[in-house]
Nanobody, 125 residues
């Protein structure tokens, strides 16, 4: 069964850090384009970061460049999102997504066909 399970969300103060995880099962994450999306209260879903099959290329939305880092641990079949210098506007439910082909339009949610259930991140001022 193909599945993505996010974990590691929580509450943090502005300026703090948090790492969220996405554990894949039923497929090899390192062979897929993997991405993180988020949806804040009253906002549309937006792409945050993506990593190419094999991990050689990463993509970031301008709003998180220099603050967030996407990475993967092949042995654990897991993708991470390390978030630093968090801001209240980063508050959202964060979703992991996967697609079985190359990372074209990597921050466009419409091209992904496997999704997790999400993990909540709340940043207080």
């Amino acid at each position: 069964q193909v599945e993505l399970v996010e974990s590691g969300g929580g509450s943090v103060q502005a300026g703090g850090s948090l790492r969220i995880s996405c554990a894949a099962s039923g497929f090899t994450a390192s062979r897929y384009c993997m991405a993180w999306f988020r949806q804040g209260p009253g906002k549309e879903r937006e792409g945050v970061a993506a990593i190419s099959p094999g991990g050689g290329i990463t993509y970031y939305d301008d709003s998180v460049k220099g603050r967030f880092t996407i990475s993967q641990a092949d042995a654990k079949n897991t993708v991470y999102l390390q978030m630093s210098s968090l801001k209240p506007e980063d508050t959202a439910t964060y979703y992991c997504a996967a697609r079985s082909i190359a990372c074209s339009r990597p921050l466009n949610g419409n091209v992904y066909d496997i999704w997790g259930q999400g993990t909540q991140v709340t940043v207080s001022s």
